[in-house]
Every structure is written in structure tokens, then in C-alpha cells.
């Protein structure tokens, strides 16, 4: 990818489809092609590597996954998750995958809970007390109320 119009061309067309697959291409061009896709399209993006070669598209991914069943050190710091084999990869996604789903919706849910109860209190307090401004929770509460 020595021709930037060309290294253009190809980060469009890479943009466009919903898998890349990068074979006997350079680390270099890999990791080039995933910081383009997750920096300048803002896309999610997934690096497998299996060796040493695969250290600087790990780092520039959304998320990295390792497999080998002799690990390396330096390689599983350049990863997010370290498998001994493809096999497990499956289970990695869909299952893994699915409880990070699960628990973000319960997360979601439980923050727009708590401030519907905030702001519900703090409406029939208001109403109490004529609309007088007074404030019913010290500032020290409001400050930790999304920690």
C-alpha cells in the first residue's frame, strides 16, 4: 500500500462490507485497516491473530482475541481475551457476548429507574412546599447519586 490513492481505495471498499478478512497481508496493512475502520467510520471491530505478526492490528482493534495454545506473553498484553483454540471462539461471542448484552440493558433500566424515583420525589416535594426552591437532598448526595 504504497499509493495512497489506492490505500483510499481499499479503506473505502473495506468500509463498505460487514466482514473483512485480511490473508497474507502485512501487520502493517492490518493494523492499518482496522485503526482506519474503527477510527474513521467508527465501526466495531473484531482482530483474531495467532502469532506475533498480529500485535499491532490487536492493539489497533475495538477488541482482540488471541489464539494459540502456546501462549506468549507479549502477545496476550496486545490482546483483550486469550483462547487455546478457534473452537472456543464461538462461545466467546454468543455467550460472553450475550450476558455483556444483558447485563447493559439491566444497567440501562436500573439508571433510568433510579432518576424517574429521583425526579418523582423531588416533584411531589416541590408541590408540598409551594415551589419554594428549597432543596431537599444535601449537595454531598447529589454529587455521589451517579457513582
Same mark, same amino acid.
Request: with cysteine; charged share 20%; glycine share 4%.
Given at each position: 500500500?504504497?499509493? /495512497?490513492?489506492?490505500?483510499?481505495?481499499?479503506?473505502?471498499?473495506?468500509? @463498505?462490507?460487514?466482514?473483512?478478512?485480511?490473508?497474507?497481508?502485512? /501487520?502493517?496493512?492490518?493494523?492499518?485497516?482496522?485503526? %482506519?475502520?474503527? @477510527?474513521?467510520?467508527?465501526?466495531?471491530?473484531?482482530?483474531?491473530?495467532?502469532?506475533?505478526?498480529?500485535?499491532?492490528?490487536?492493539?489497533?482493534?475495538? +477488541?482482540?482475541? !488471541?489464539?494459540?495454545?502456546?501462549?506468549?506473553?507479549?502477545?496476550?498484553?496486545?490482546?483483550?481475551?486469550?483462547? /487455546?483454540?478457534?473452537?472456543?471462539?464461538?462461545?466467546?461471542?454468543? +455467550?460472553?457476548?450475550?450476558?455483556?448484552?444483558?447485563?447493559?440493558?439491566?444497567?440501562?433500566?436500573?439508571?433510568? %429507574?433510579?432518576?424517574? +424515583?429521583?425526579?418523582?420525589?423531588?416533584?411531589?416535594?416541590?408541590?408540598?412546599?409551594?415551589?419554594?426552591?428549597?432543596?431537599?437532598? *444535601? *449537595?454531598? !448526595?447529589?454529587? +455521589?447519586?451517579?457513582?
Amino acid at each position: 500500500m504504497q499509493d /495512497p490513492k489506492s490505500s483510499e481505495l481499499l479503506f473505502e471498499f473495506a468500509s @463498505e462490507l460487514l466482514t473483512v478478512i485480511c490473508f497474507s497481508a502485512s /501487520p502493517h496493512q492490518k493494523a492499518m485497516i482496522s485503526k %482506519y475502520l474503527k @477510527e474513521k467510520k467508527n465501526k466495531s471491530v473484531l482482530a483474531i491473530g495467532d502469532g506475533y505478526n498480529d500485535i499491532p492490528m490487536l492493539y489497533k482493534s475495538s +477488541v482482540g482475541v !488471541y489464539i494459540n495454545q502456546n501462549p506468549k506473553i507479549e502477545v496476550i498484553r496486545a490482546s483483550d481475551y486469550c483462547i /487455546p483454540q478457534f473452537k472456543h471462539l464461538k462461545q466467546l461471542l454468543f +455467550v460472553h457476548g450475550h450476558w455483556n448484552q444483558s447485563r447493559l440493558a439491566f444497567v440501562t433500566l436500573f439508571s433510568f %429507574y433510579k432518576n424517574f +424515583v429521583f425526579l418523582t420525589i423531588h416533584f411531589w416535594f416541590g408541590i408540598f412546599n409551594y415551589w419554594s426552591g428549597q432543596e431537599l437532598f *444535601d *449537595d454531598w !448526595y447529589l454529587s +455521589v447519586f451517579h457513582i
